[in-house]
């Protein structure tokens, strides 16, 4: 009942910069209140790990390898969240996956459900 659709991926060189935005929206339904919305990554034959996360009070967390690099945000009236890349390494390279904790009403009683995106490449190569 909710999607979250991702932007932002691509090629970057190391030191590079880039954005990643990720907008939810209800398919059927409203959205009521989104509580933390994140950014997860994951590299081939590796585990899914959290990039990091902002609550709807915007208190945030990060990964420690990318503290002082990275930047999440949130715009609570358009349910986006967008993750600012710095300062970009190999090791970076991933797939970046939007996550949300959402509540909404789509018929019923209000419905609170996780949810993923499809997932945005980034590659930092040389």
């Known amino acids: 009942q909710v999607q979250l659709v991702e932007s932002g991926g691509g090629l970057v060189q190391p030191g590079g910069s880039l954005r990643l935005s990720c907008a939810a929206s209800?398919?059927?339904?409203?959205?009521?209140?989104?509580?933390?919305m994140a950014w997860y990554r994951q590299s081939p034959g590796k585990q899914r790990e959290l990039v990091a996360r902002?609550?709807?009070?915007?208190?945030?967390n990060y990964a420690d390898s990318v503290k002082g690099r990275f930047t999440i945000s949130r715009e609570n009236g358009k349910n986006t969240v967008s993750l600012q890349m710095n300062s970009l390494n190999s090791e970076d390279t991933a797939v970046y996956y939007c996550?949300?904790?959402?509540?909404?009403?789509?018929?019923?009683?209000?419905?609170?459900?996780?949810?993923w995106g499809q997932g945005t490449q980034v590659t930092v190569f040389s």
């Open positions: 996550n949300a904790d959402v509540a909404f009403i789509s018929g019923g009683p209000l419905m609170r459900r996780d949810y």
């Open positions: 209800a398919a059927s339904g409203r959205i009521i209140s989104i509580n933390v």
């Open positions: 902002v609550n709807l009070g915007g208190i945030t």
